[in-house]
């Protein structure tokens, strides 16, 4: 992830200086595949301009996607190795894919730092004053202006009140519409893609998995992950929760509600490995440091 991450970084300034190969991103399938080989997307901005500005999506599909996955890989670090080094690396990939979902999810991450606090304000600083001179050059400079339209526009109230970055809360009330009329069994995924009645319906996100499945199917393709919650609470004569895995699923949590790849392969494995450590962690004679 880190490989991908800073090849797509290079990209991402080789495209600033107008100096990116003329891979080809639409219409061209082979050349289009080439853009994944170097680890960038498709996602370009500023194409027929003197710069193009690169949203990094790595070999996945999109830039969200490999902002999905760099999350996990922060998690399995800190089970693991516990090296902020590649804290660092993995966090620094993260920033180019320009994700507010990335982003946001950091923030419940920096909660595993024992200085965390210190981390915070380290972050707001640096926020601020980034922020700042994007809000400061962005009619001046061209850059500015597309990083701050991917970016400080994207949390910006749009004319019907919402945040014009969120592109997942009118589906999301639209699935509950539909998940109520059938709770338990839900719709069926072959007519939900196909039928006239959820003409216009988005169902990627965790409540497009109730309307397909209802409560049973979704509890069912989601029991990998569900099962993690039976090692929230320790029981060593007194009954304590374990914060540490309480802020691992929930950050899990937050992963799959605006991207619910439980049943994708990569993250499957991920969520197995993850439970294999939790386990691990829970059985070791090792005291591990609870945050």
């Not at 500023?46 to 599909?61: C, E, M, P, S, T």
């Not at 089970?79 to 894919?97: A, E, P, Q, V, W």
């Not at 920096?110 to 700042?132: D, E, G, M, Q, V």
């Not at 439980?262 to 993250?267: D, E, I, K, S």
Request: charged share 15%.
């Amino acid at each position: 992830m880190i490989a991908m991450g800073f090849m797509g970084f290079f990209a991402f300034l080789l495209g600033l200086v107008d100096k990116l190969p003329n891979l080809g991103y639409v219409g061209d399938p082979v050349k289009e595949s080439m853009n994944y080989l170097f680890t960038f997307s498709n996602s370009v901005f500023n194409r027929d301009g003197d710069f193009k500005l690169i949203r990094v999506a790595g070999y996945f599909d999109e830039p969200g996607t490999m902002a999905f996955y760099l999350t996990f890989a922060l998690l399995l670090n800190q089970m693991t190795f516990k090296n902020r080094f590649y804290d660092k690396l993995i966090i620094f990939s993260g920033i180019f894919t320009f994700s507010l979902a990335f982003f946001f999810t950091l923030i419940v991450y920096f909660s595993f730092y024992p200085n965390w606090k210190k981390t915070y304000i380290r972050l707001c600083i640096i926020l601020c004053a980034l922020f700042f001179t994007i809000s400061l050059t962005k009619d001046t400079n061209s850059i500015s202006g597309m990083i701050n339209l991917m970016t400080l526009s994207r949390l910006q109230n749009s004319d019907d009140g919402m945040i014009q970055g969120d592109n997942r809360t009118v589906y999301f009330e639209q699935g509950i519409e539909f998940f109520k009329e059938k709770p338990l069994l839900g719709h069926g995924q072959e007519n939900v893609l196909t039928g006239r009645k959820f003409f216009g319906y988005d169902p990627s996100s965790f409540v497009g998995y109730l309307v397909f499945y209802g409560v049973i199917g979704t509890s069912i393709i989601f029991m990998i992950y569900l099962y993690q919650f039976t090692y929230i609470f320790k029981f060593n004569g007194d009954l304590k929760i374990d914060v540490f895995v309480l802020k691992l699923i929930f950050i899990e949590l937050l992963l799959f509600i605006q991207r619910p790849l439980v049943n994708v392969p990569l993250a499957l494995l991920i969520l197995v490995v993850i439970v294999e450590l939790i386990n691990l962690r829970r059985n070791s004679t090792t005291q591990f440091e609870n945050v």
